[in-house]
């Protein structure tokens, strides 16, 4: 009998210290997985514009760093901003495809000029250096613009013609023509094709100029 409780007893403190360290390993598993989905969640920017440019003059003279630089989204006319560092750079990102208003705002809240700018939804759009002259803004270049979209019309011959892209984010979709010369770099798996050889329907990562309108003559191409 006395061995009989002995070797009861010893199950018991054997289930219990199982029953403990089974929780403990369950505790430290549900912290590792509840950190690791924080560290996921709510990351997605693709369907966003960012927008960056440098004030190099303002005239009257003022300082360029600290310059508050707004564009303001046209149908919800929410307002997306950044302060220009010391050495006038400044880029903003938010959802606001289409044609907004761009403004420059001094420290004293007065504006130094506006303007309507054209942004494909989903792009990042590099106006370049930028001056503001009694209430003028003037760009000094063509503007850099990267996007991605699914071709849809292809009009190329050779190496030479165009292709029509969609582009979109939640809230607009635009068409955009992108031109191409014999110039411009198309690859596809990390090999060049020609421009006729981009197929209705791949999806593609165009860098170039942005032109009058949704049109942008095209540096480079890349079948995704």
Not at 27 to 45: E, K
Not at 124 to 136: K, Q, S, T, W
Not at 151 to 165: H, K, L
Request: hydrophobic content about 40%; charged content about 20%; proline content about 2%.
């Amino acid at each position: 009998m006395k061995i009989f409780s002995n070797n009861i007893l010893t199950g018991v403190v054997f289930l219990v210290l199982l029953s403990l360290f089974m929780i403990g390993g369950c505790d430290i598993d549900f912290s590792s997985n509840n950190s690791g989905g924080g560290s996921n969640g709510g990351n997605n920017t693709s369907n966003t514009e960012t927008t960056q440019g440098t004030i190099v003059s303002i005239i009257p003279l003022e300082n360029i760093g600290g310059i508050t630089v707004q564009i303001k989204e046209e149908s919800s006319n929410k307002i997306f901003s950044d302060a220009t560092n010391d050495s006038g750079f400044f880029s903003i990102s938010g959802q606001y495809a289409g044609t907004p208003e761009m403004e420059f705002i001094n420290g004293e809240s007065i504006s130094l000029g506006r303007i309507f700018i054209n942004v494909i939804p989903g792009s990042e759009l590099d106006l370049g250096n930028i001056r503001l002259e009694n209430g003028v803004v003037i760009f000094e270049n063509d503007a850099d613009i990267t996007f991605e979209g699914d071709m849809i019309v292809n009009n190329c011959t050779d190496n030479a013609g165009s292709i029509e892209v969609e582009a979109e984010n939640d809230e607009i979709t635009a068409n955009i023509i992108v031109q191409i010369g014999p110039s411009t770099d198309i690859v596809r798996d990390g090999d060049d094709i020609s421009c006729q050889n981009i197929l209705v329907g791949q999806t593609v990562e165009v860098r170039g100029l942005l032109l009058t309108g949704n049109t942008v003559d095209a540096f480079r191409i890349e079948v995704l």
